[in-house]
């Protein structure tokens, strides 16, 4: 069983930054994919961004130019700056690992709240 523990996140003023990390744990051979979306009331989910085993990065076009993420070979860390009411969401980790048997399932964090405020 394969493990995602989220930390960072709360509240956060407007223009502000945060930082939110991931640790990924449990049994498999390798993290391919590993990142963060998001979902703010009433929307859909939405990637903010991911990082490959490789280090090719994807993100999207709302937080463009306003985010790092990097990652080592079981951790994730996502800086935000310059945010905005809009940022305001459940943030939400994401892994797709790669199993012993070669298998390539994908899992989820709980999800952390952040609340930015004017």
């Known amino acids: 069983q394969v493990q995602l523990v989220e930390s960072g996140g709360g509240l956060v003023q407007a223009g502000g930054s945060l930082d939110l990390s991931c640790a990924v744990s449990g049994s498999f051979f390798r993290v391919n994919v590993m990142g963060w979306y998001r979902q703010a009331p009433g929307k859909q989910r939405e990637l903010v961004a991911t990082i490959t085993s490789g280090g090719t990065t994807n993100s999207g076009d709302s937080v463009k130019g306003r985010i790092f993420i990097s990652r080592d070979r079981s951790t994730v860390l996502l800086q935000m700056n310059s945010l905005t009411l809009e940022d305001t969401a459940v943030y939400y980790c994401?892994?797709?690992?790669?199993?012993?048997?070669?298998?390539?399932?994908?899992?989820w964090g709980q999800g952390t709240q952040v609340t930015v405020s004017s």
């Open positions: 994401y892994a797709n690992v790669e199993t012993e048997n070669v298998l390539y399932p994908d899992y």
